[in-house]
Nanobody, 120 residues
Framework: QVQLVESGGGLVQPGGSLRLSCAAS????????MGWYRQAPGKGRGLVAQ???????NYGSPVKGRVIISRDNAKNTVYLQMNDLKPEDTAVYYC??????????????WGQGTQVTVSS
C-alpha cells in the first residue's frame, strides 16, 4: 500500500501562484509515476499533470504553460507549481500514484485532495 498526503492548497487571487506538494509513503517500490488530477463542482476528474520516475512529464490542456510538475525521488514527493491562476482553476486537487509501463499509467493510489480556490 502507498499513502499520499497533499498540502499547499488554499485561497489565491486571480493571477497568483500556488505550490502543491504530495508526499508518498509505504510500498514506494510499487509505483514509478505520480501526478495531479482536479475536480471542480459538478465536473469530472481531469488530468492536471503527471510525471514518471525518469522525469517524463505530461500536462492537461487547460493548464499547459501555466503549471510545472516536478519530483524529488529521494523524498518520494511530487510538486505542482501553478502560476497565473484563473477562477476556472478552482477545484479539489488530488495527488495520484501508480505504475507506468512505457505506454500507459495505471493509477492505483489517490490522496484525499486539497482545495484550491481562485477568487478575488
Amino acid at each position: 500500500q502507498v499513502q499520499l498526503v497533499e498540502s499547499g492548497g488554499g485561497l489565491v487571487q486571480p493571477g497568483g501562484s500556488l505550490r502543491l506538494s504530495c508526499a508518498a509513503s509505504g510500498t514506494i517500490s510499487s509505483i514509478n509515476a505520480m501526478g495531479w488530477y482536479r475536480q471542480a463542482p459538478g465536473k469530472g476528474r481531469g488530468l492536471v499533470a503527471q510525471i514518471t520516475d525518469s522525469g517524463i512529464a505530461n500536462y492537461g490542456s487547460p493548464v499547459k504553460g501555466r503549471v510545472i510538475i516536478s519530483r524529488d525521488n529521494a523524498k518520494n514527493t511530487v510538486y505542482l507549481q501553478m502560476n497565473d491562476l484563473k477562477p476556472e482553476d478552482t477545484a479539489v486537487y488530488y495527488c495520484s500514484a501508480g505504475r507506468y509501463d512505457g505506454n500507459f499509467i495505471q493509477w492505483d493510489y489517490w490522496g484525499q485532495g486539497t482545495q484550491v480556490t481562485v477568487s478575488s
